[in-house]
């Protein structure tokens, strides 16, 4: 069965800050892999999608994760953190067997220090 | 707003009690998924539904059902609820169940309490 491991359920970074958050994937088989953000009260939101194309994904909010094999890993990262990106992230991993369950990891909170 | 509904917003009730929760997703979405989030245990898949049959089930417990009816929305039903039932449930929906897209779109979900 496939899975996602969060490092680190909570990370600080000052504002203008790299903000790097790590998730390491296991799977028999190559693996989708997805990064949601999780705004306080609200559903996630897709921010960025790996599917066998391009390795470095780009997604929303200046957002992108690079995925590499060899190290089992789809780290999330952004060059300069605003405010408006404290949240609760969480990676996900589905495979393609006939369904497009996910199963996500534990999240991260991130947290913005002015 | 991700298309997708679900209500009520926020329900509190007693332990033993039963509840509905509802969910309309998104406009052509055949897919709808449950999902539990609470503090111990994170996003918890719990069941799936692709065009009103049964594709996939996670950890539901017995206690918990789901349907999917026929203009696709979906209920997911809590019985003999426990103190440990309060959570947050989403549901999700995306357009199939054989694709691979796997973006799922999320409600705001239904929160409970049990008391």
């Known amino acids: 069965a496939q899975s996602v491991t969060q490092l680190g359920s909570h990370v600080s970074v000052s504002e203008g800050a790299l903000v790097l958050l790590r998730c390491n994937y296991s799977s028999s088989v190559p693996p989708y892999l997805f990064w949601y953000v999780q705004y306080p009260n609200q559903g996630l939101q897709l921010l960025l999608k790996y599917t066998s194309a391009a390795t470095l994904v780009k997604g929303i909010n200046g957002f992108e994760a690079e995925f590499k094999k060899s190290e089992t890993s789809f780290h999330l990262t952004k060059p300069s953190a605003h405010m408006s990106d404290a949240a609760e992230y969480f990676c996900a991993v589905s495979v393609n067997f006939g369904n497009e369950k996910l199963t996500f990891g534990t999240g991260t909170r991130l947290t913005i220090i002015p | 707003d991700s298309g997708v509904t679900q209500t009520p917003k926020h329900l509190i009730t007693a332990t033993g009690q039963r509840v509905t929760l509802r969910c309309s997703p998104r406009?052509?979405?055949?897919?709808v998924y449950w999902y539990q989030q609470s503090l111990d245990q994170g996003l918890q898949f719990l069941i799936q539904?692709?065009?009103?049959?049964?594709?996939a089930k996670g950890n539901i417990l017995e206690r918990f059902s789901a349907q999917q009816f026929p203009d696709l929305h979906s209920e997911l039903n809590l019985s003999s609820l426990e103190l440990g039932d309060s959570a947050l449930y989403f549901c999700a929906s995306s357009v199939g169940a054989g694709a691979t897209t796997g973006e799922l779109f999320f409600g705001e979900g239904s929160r409970l309490t049990v008391l």
């Open positions: 539904y692709y065009n009103g049959e049964e594709r």
């Open positions: 406009s052509g979405d055949l897919s």
